[in-house]
């Protein structure tokens, strides 16, 4: 079984602030992919990130960088400089061996200008 | 990326008929694919995954013989609501899951959105 936690429902932020979106999964295989999605107010989902369960390596993308620590099941989200661009529902996500994927129950962000 | 359409985008329809959503990828084939519901303010729900060629897998709570999902071929894909009520009302999305190998990126259509009267 999979479970994914994003205990943010709703966050809100000025413009140019840096937010941070939560996320801790459950899973009992020992190789799955995590991912975050946004979904804007038209309802179309854009996929942002995946990570396998083996690569812990963090990265940076532009204004967005993620935060995946394996011992404490989360895989948080951060967008620096927020825009108001940036307001929509984010989802994380999880597959595992059974290609199924388990969202959260989103975060919606507002950047407030 | 992967490009997946969905048809209609969205359908307004009276209690009782029944409606039909088309998925197709358009530039990749896929063997497995994914319908899921989304009730406003809520998550994105799984309701069957499918292969080509072989009957849908419901999840627990998913009548299957109310969302009628038929995977003719590895390019298309349809979900039909049969009898639908006002409760069927929701925003309905495909995804398809490319080949076999591993990453486990599904690619989503656009969604359509379902209102039953």
């Known amino acids: ?113 | 990326g992967a490009v997946v359409s969905q048809h209609p985008s969205w359908v307004i329809c009276k209690s009782g008929t029944s409606v039909k959503i088309e998925c197709r990828s358009l530039d990749f084939q896929a063997t497995t694919m994914f319908w899921y519901r989304q009730f406003p303010k809520q998550s994105l729900m799984l309701m069957a995954t499918s292969n080509e060629g072989s009957k849908a897998t419901y999840e627990q709570g998913v009548e299957k013989d109310k969302f009628l999902i038929n995977h003719a071929s590895l390019t298309l894909s349809t979900l039909t609501v049969t009898s639908a009520h006002p409760e069927d009302s929701s925003f309905y999305i495909c995804s398809y899951l490319p080949g076999t190998g591993g990453k486990n990126e599904q690619f989503f259509g656009p969604g359509t959105r379902l209102t039953v009267l």
Request: charged share 20%; with cysteine.
């Open chain 1, 1 to 113: 079984a999979q479970k994914v936690t994003q205990a943010q429902t709703e966050i809100s932020v000025v413009e140019k602030e840096d937010v941070t979106l939560d996320c801790v999964y459950e899973t009992r295989d020992t190789t799955y992919y995590l991912f975050w999605y946004k979904q804007p107010p038209s309802g179309e989902l854009v996929f942002l990130i995946r990570r396998n369960s083996f690569d812990e390596q963090n990265e940076i993308s532009g204004r967005y960088s993620w935060n995946f620590q394996k011992s404490t099941s989360s895989f948080n989200f951060t967008i620096t400089a927020s825009q108001v661009v940036d307001s929509a529902v984010y989802f994380c996500g999880v597959s595992g061996s059974a290609r199924q994927l388990t969202f959260g129950s989103g975060t919606q962000l507002t950047v407030l200008p």
